[in-house]
C-alpha cells in the first residue's frame, strides 16, 4: 500500500523502470484486458476479423469507464454530492499538492474527513489553505450539508490500511518467534477499516524514513 503520495510509486524488486507504478495502472490494466481478448478471440466470433473488431469495440470503453469511476470516487473522497465544472481540478489541485509535498496519502485524507489538519508540510502550505477555502465554498454550495458530506467522506476514506511496515512486523513475529498476537491484532483493526476509533490509532503512524523504499519479490 501507497504511503506518501507519489504516482512513481513502485514496489517490485523488478521493475525498475516503473511499468507496473501506482500512476501507470490505468494504463497495465487496460494492456491486461487487451492481453485477455486475445485469448478469447476463438470463441468472441467464428470471424477472426469481427472477433478483432469486437474485442478492441470492448477494450476501447475502458479508459472512459476507468476515468469515470475514478472521479466520482474522488469526488466522494471529497463529500462532493454534486457536479461542478471545476470539481476536476479541484482534485487534481490537490493531489499535485499531495505529491509536491509528499503527503501521506491515507492520513491525508482522514484528517479532512475529520477537518483535523495537523502542522504538516501540506497543511502549513499557503497553496492548500488557498485550496481548502475553496473546498469548503463547494461544501456550502451543495444541498447537502457539510455533516453529510464529511458521513459521506467517512465511508469512503478508511481511516487505517494494512501499511508495509506492520504488515512486516506482524510476519516476523509469527514466523520468527511464533507470536501470532501481532497479526491477529492488526486483522482486527483491518476488519473495520471504516470506524474511526480510538483503538486503530497506532494505525495511523506512516513509516519512519528508513522502513522506504519497501520492495517486494516474487517469493514474497
Not at 513502485?10 to 507496473?20: E, K, L, M
Not at 468472441?44 to 472512459?64: G, M, N, P, T
Request: net charge negative.
Amino acid at each position: 500500500f501507497m504511503d506518501n503520495y507519489d504516482q512513481g510509486t513502485v514496489f517490485s524488486s523488478i521493475d525498475t523502470q516503473g511499468r507496473y507504478a501506482y500512476g501507470n495502472q490505468p494504463y497495465m490494466a487496460a494492456w491486461d484486458l487487451a492481453r485477455l481478448a486475445e485469448s478469447l478471440i476463438p470463441i468472441l466470433h467464428e470471424d477472426e476479423e469481427e472477433a478483432l473488431k469486437i474485442a478492441q469495440d470492448e477494450i476501447s470503453k475502458f479508459s472512459v469507464q476507468y476515468e469515470n469511476q475514478w472521479f466520482l470516487g474522488m469526488k466522494k473522497k471529497l463529500g462532493l454530492f454534486s457536479s461542478e465544472e471545476q470539481d476536476q481540478s479541484l482534485i487534481e489541485q490537490l493531489l499535485k499538492m499531495m505529491e509536491k509535498f509528499k503527503a501521506d496519502y491515507t492520513n491525508t485524507f482522514r484528517s479532512l474527513t475529520l477537518h483535523t489538519l495537523e502542522n504538516t508540510a501540506l497543511f502549513e502550505s499557503p497553496e492548500f489553505k488557498e485550496w481548502y477555502k475553496l473546498w469548503q465554498s463547494r461544501l456550502e454550495r451543495q444541498e447537502e450539508s457539510k455533516e453529510n458530506a464529511y458521513e459521506m467522506m467517512k465511508n469512503n476514506n478508511p481511516s487505517i490500511i494494512p501499511r508495509n511496515h506492520r504488515v512486516e512486523e506482524a510476519l516476523e513475529a509469527a514466523v520468527t518467534n511464533g507470536d501470532y498476537s501481532v497479526m491477529e491484532k492488526l486483522l482486527e483493526a483491518l476488519s473495520n477499516p471504516y470506524a474511526y476509533t480510538a483503538d486503530q490509532e497506532e494505525y495511523y503512524v506512516p513509516p519512519v524514513p528508513t522502513n522506504r523504499p519497501y520492495r517486494t519479490f516474487c517469493g514474497t
